[in-house]
């Protein structure tokens, strides 16, 4: 926490803007989270004072800074100038990246921007050609033949899909959030609907102060984030239909001529390197463009575990352990198979 004359010299560095003796009280270990008797941190006072090297450093030194929080949005609504305004929503979205931004929150956002083996895709009110997965988006997003027209917004649309992926939805396009938050009550997405009611109510408020402050805009929130546990809940349950039914499956893995697994590209290649190049130099596709592929020499509950691993990023260890006991063997087999594609 530090001595307490160090805390009263920290806020009031952090008020009139001593650069240097801030960086030794750092270097000494002092706290930059701590709070005063108004339940103010040394954050909020370098933003209201407006000093901006004094807030990149306590930033670059883990104040907190989270937009969600009430820390976060005092700071942003006190803060003086348009370029601190600017530096904190920088760091606002670096911490979430560090929180969130996991290998498989990765995979994800690839395969949502770059719609590889993408099996469905609809034509907008505008023109817009937009594809997507049909086993990723169909609880939510009806289910179309290819290219057929919507009665819908490709922004309202994409908006839509890129939560469904990834829990994040770029809000900057959107001059008013209304119509998105219809969108979304329309489909079902109930996390995204309550996300955008609680942005647009602030937006509200601060249109109405617009008249006294003029940069209002600044304030609004650049992305709005759900929980990527509950995309991954989705997967979850896809993998659970892959086990039993071939619902949107493109590609059949056979093992050892006894279990099949009903799968999809648009996952077991982006996630293995060693499947994607069965698909890539395999000719066995069937006249419904389902790819076959058999594995050998392979334990079924190991591969199942791999598999497991592949569509969800959790794995049951003491289980996958014991399989890998009795049959040690087919370790080598499922090293390959399990390696992640290194995502750029």
């Known amino acids: 926490m530090g001595h307490p004359q160090d805390l009263v010299t920290l806020f009031h560095c952090c008020r009139a803007g001593e650069l240097q003796v801030l960086k030794q009280l750092i270097a000494k270990g002092v706290s930059v989270n701590v709070r005063d008797r108004w339940d103010s941190t040394p954050l909020y006072y370098a933003c209201l004072c407006g000093h901006k090297a004094v807030v990149q450093l306590l930033l670059e030194s883990?104040?907190?800074?989270?937009?969600?929080?009430y820390d976060g949005e005092r700071c942003l609504h006190g803060a003086l100038t348009i370029e601190i305004r600017n530096l904190l929503k920088k760091f606002q979205i670096c911490a979430k990246n560090v929180r969130s931004r996991t290998t498989y929150h990765q995979f994800m956002s690839k395969l949502r921007k770059d719609r590889m083996y993408a099996d469905c895709c609809v034509v907008t009110n505008d023109g817009e050609k937009v594809a997507?997965?049909?086993?990723?988006?169909?609880?939510?997003?009806?289910?179309?033949?290819?290219?057929e027209s919507w009665n819908l917004n490709s922004e309202h649309l994409n908006a839509i899909l890129d939560f469904l992926y990834t829990a994040v939805v770029d809000t900057q396009p959107f001059d008013e959030l209304s119509a998105l938050k219809g969108t979304a009550e329309r489909y079902g997405v109930q996390e995204l609907q309550h996300l955008l009611h609680v942005e647009d109510r602030k937006r509200e408020?601060?249109?109405?102060?617009?008249?006294?402050?003029?940069?209002?805009?600044t304030l609004f929130a650049a992305t709005l984030?759900?929980?990527?546990?509950?995309?991954?809940?989705?997967?979850?349950?896809l993998f659970e239909v892959v086990c039993r039914e071939p619902r949107f499956c493109d590609i059949v893995l056979t093992v050892n001529e006894e279990q099949t697994f009903y799968c999809h590209k648009c996952v077991v290649c982006l996630r293995s390197p060693y499947i994607q190049s069965f698909v890539e130099f395999a000719d066995n596709t069937e006249e419904t463009n389902v790819q076959q592929l058999h594995l050998n020499s392979i334990n079924i509950d190991v591969f199942r575990e791999a598999l497991r691993y592949i569509y969800t990023d959790n794995i049951q260890l003491v289980r996958v352990i014991l399989l890998l006991q009795s049959s040690p063997s087919c370790i080598g087999r499922l090293t390959p198979l399990t390696h992640m594609t290194c995502l750029k």
């Open 132 to 147: 997507y997965h049909g086993c990723i988006a169909e609880k939510v997003i009806p289910i179309s033949p290819a290219y």
């Open 225 to 237: 984030e759900g929980d990527f546990e509950e995309c991954k809940k989705r997967m979850e349950e």
């Open 62 to 69: 883990g104040a907190s800074c989270n937009a969600d929080t």
């Open 205 to 217: 408020e601060l249109n109405i102060k617009k008249l006294y402050y003029p940069y209002h805009k």
